[in-house]
């Protein structure tokens, strides 16, 4: 009797510390989506200055060309088209060759105003305001769907804040950006998936293509689960073929012979967004195009290993890669939320494979860290001493430029056979410095 009563003691003192530590976690939370908040909407802008987010810059070529297509059956991609858009941004003309300004040209395939039809039927003012809303209740939505069943109560708003905080899903707040949309599409095809509900899986995989450099990351390893067992998941590759077969031909019904126009501003669009993909960065131009291919044949190879094993792995590593292979755009770091998660929730299976694994984990933390810390920092420091935030400004940028590699190159790692014995044998000059 005296040794059950003792251990309902422990259970309820357990139960207290863990209450503590999710408040705790909360607070914390709490504090930096503030400061978050207050350095993307003050400090960043100012710091930016020209280049600082706007609606106009995030929303209005996208209402516009979705409001030429389905209200107005005008070619979007026209240049009578980009013009309008950039007086309402600019007030003027890009120049020459558009190489001293963004053009901001509508780049979206056709069906996306499909998507974006109920801010198309809108007037710009009304449109935004339902845009943010939108956002905030995707947002929230790829959150709930990527946390565990057990990630409720103060631990799922502690992780939702912490989100919310992260400058990424606040520039898209701030751009109204289709990205934070999308991800919520992707969210809601992989909890289909899951939920064996392949064919609504596939319609939404289909649909989330009017951005497809952000779907191909995650319907690669997913096609591959599918053919791994052709017969159980035909149903997913069938209906993402038809439902994207319907989206194409209901397009070339609204607007006519748009694909090539499409193309050629694809081109342009990589001319004049001016954002390069991470790793050609990091190479600095060279061999850029051998280590992509490289980079897509180990997502295959992942995919196929871990289709069975650990499907959300394969997508992460997915993600992760064509985060590096893509021109960067900082709001579409909102794709790493579920990549973070996993990382969270195979902690112990990381740090078992020694001391390497560790290493890196912890330094993908680490980074992720220093974009809430930094901005905490200067948001703080802002408020006591006006414009001193300023000084570096730039910090949670870095931070938020920087954090795809350790992901990258953790994810990398464990993928590799446990059977390579070289990985501890690099940890120890590594922890040893």
């Known amino acids: 009797m005296h040794c059950s009563m003792a251990i309902r003691a422990k259970v309820r003192l357990g139960d207290r510390r863990l209450t503590l530590r999710n408040l705790v976690c909360l607070s914390v939370a709490v504090v930096c989506l503030f400061c978050s908040c207050y350095f993307a909407l003050v400090i960043a802008p100012t710091g930016l200055r020209t280049s600082a987010p706007t609606v106009q810059q995030g929303l209005f070529p996208e209402w516009f060309g979705s409001r030429a297509i389905l209200l107005l059956g005008r070619d979007p991609y026209s240049a009578e088209a980009t013009g309008e858009i950039q007086l309402a941004i600019y007030g003027k003309l890009a120049g020459i060759g558009g190489h001293d300004l963004n053009q901001h040209r509508f780049a979206y395939p056709v069906f996306f105003a499909f998507l974006f039809s109920p801010l198309a039927i809108l007037p710009f003012p009304a449109a935004q305001w339902l845009a943010l809303a939108g956002c905030i209740a995707a947002t929230v939505l790829s959150v709930g769907l990527w946390l565990p069943n057990d990630g409720q109560g103060l631990t799922g708003w502690s992780c939702g804040l912490l989100v919310f905080a992260g400058y990424p899903v606040l520039l898209g707040l701030q751009l ?99 954002s390069k993909p991470l790793l050609e960065d990091l190479l600095r131009g060279h061999f850029f195009r051998p280590a992509a291919v490289v980079l ?26 064509f985060q590096l292979l893509f021109p960067l755009q900082i709001y579409n770091e909102i794709l790493l939320v579920p990549v973070a998660l996993w ?6 299976e990381i740090q078992r494979r020694g001391q390497l694994h560790t290493l890196l984990y912890s330094c993908t933390w680490i980074v992720l860290g220093a974009g809430w810390a930094t901005a905490i920092g200067l948001s703080l420091a802002n408020l006591l001493f006006p414009g001193a935030g300023l000084t570096l400004w730039y910090l949670p940028l870095l931070t938020a430029w920087l954090y795809p590699f350790p992901v990258f190159i953790t994810l990398a790692l464990y993928a590799l056979p446990s059977r390579w014995g070289f990985r501890e044998s690099l940890a120890s000059p590594l922890l040893s410095l």
């Open 296 to 321: 897509v044949g180990a997502v295959v190879l992942v995919s196929h290993k871990y289709r069975e094993q650990d499907l959300m792995f394969a997508v992460c590593f997915s993600i992760a890669t």
């Open 176 to 274: 109204r950006q289709p990205t934070l949309i999308i991800a919520a599409l992707l969210a809601a095809v992989y909890y289909c998936v899951r939920s064996n509900r392949l064919v609504m899986a596939g319609m939404l995989a289909a649909l989330s293509t009017c951005k497809p450099q952000l779907a191909i990351a995650f319907l690669l390893p997913l096609s591959i689960w599918a053919i791994g067992e052709w017969s159980g998941r035909k149903r997913f590759l069938v209906a993402t073929a038809v439902g994207l077969g319907g989206l194409l031909a209901a397009s070339e019904w609204v607007s006519p012979g748009w694909f090539p126009h499409w193309i050629w501003t694809l081109e342009a669009y990589a001319r004049y967004a001016g």
């Open 343 to 348: 990382l969270a929730r195979n902690a112990s």
